[in-house]
Structures are given as C-alpha cells and as structure tokens.
C-alpha cells in the first residue's frame, strides 16, 4: 500500500510540475515584449509618455495665446474708449457752413466778345472816307 501511495505521489508530482512547466511557458508568451501583452503595456506607455509631452507643449502654446489674445482686448477697449471721447467731443462742434455757389460762368458769346472785337477797323479803310 505504501508502494502504491508512493507511486501516486510521484505522479502527482510530475503532473504538478508538468502544470508548471506549461503555465510557465504560457507566462512567457504573455509578457513576451514584442506580441504579448508586455508588449502592448511597453507600446501604451511610449504613446502615454508622447502625449505627455503633446499636452504640455500644447498648454504653453494656450498660455501665450491666451495672454496675446488678452493684451489685443485691452488695446481693443483703450481705443474704443478713445474713439468714444472723439465723437463724444465732435457733438460740441458746430456744423459747418454752407459751401458758396460757384460762381456764375460767362457764356461763351460774351466771352468771344469780350477777348476778340468781332469787327476790327483797318488802317486802310479810314483814308478812304
């Protein structure tokens, strides 16, 4: 009987570690770096570490925008309260006077008259009077 106990316990044995041999080898492939999911965790970390960088570049870049953009408004609101006061100052200003009528050009006769005498008295023609 104890022959027969010995034999199952070594039976037992080599199953147990043929169990660990296969759930050793099954470990093995799972946190294999490259297929397993050692791999999967090395490749999430990478890309974690990527946004990372990613995020912080884009919260500097928000940062200084967000400060142009609020030193733009306050420009904005200096000029607007200047421009107020300018056409706040222009209803003191009285209107402006009515703009003169031309004046009234000569017709064309009377300034070929005034400029060319139509009839021109020639030097001869007054001896033979």
Excluded: W
């Amino acid at each position: 009987m104890e022959m027969i106990a010995d034999i199952l316990l070594a039976a037992g044995a080599l199953g147990a570690g043929l169990y660990c041999l296969v759930l050793g080898r099954r470990l093995n492939r799972f946190n294999d770096l490259e297929k397993g999911v050692g791999g999967a965790v090395a490749v999430l970390s990478a890309q974690v570490d990527d946004l990372t960088k990613t995020l912080s570049a884009a919260q500097a870049t928000a940062a200084t925008s967000a400060q142009t953009l609020t030193d733009l408004t306050q420009r904005a609101e200096n000029m607007s309260r200047k421009l107020e006061l300018q056409m706040a100052s222009l209803h003191d200003v009285p209107d402006a006077p009515p703009a003169p009528s031309p004046a009234p050009q000569p017709s064309p006769v009377a300034a070929q008259t005034v400029s060319e005498p139509m009839f021109v008295r020639h030097r001869g023609a007054e001896t033979h009077q």
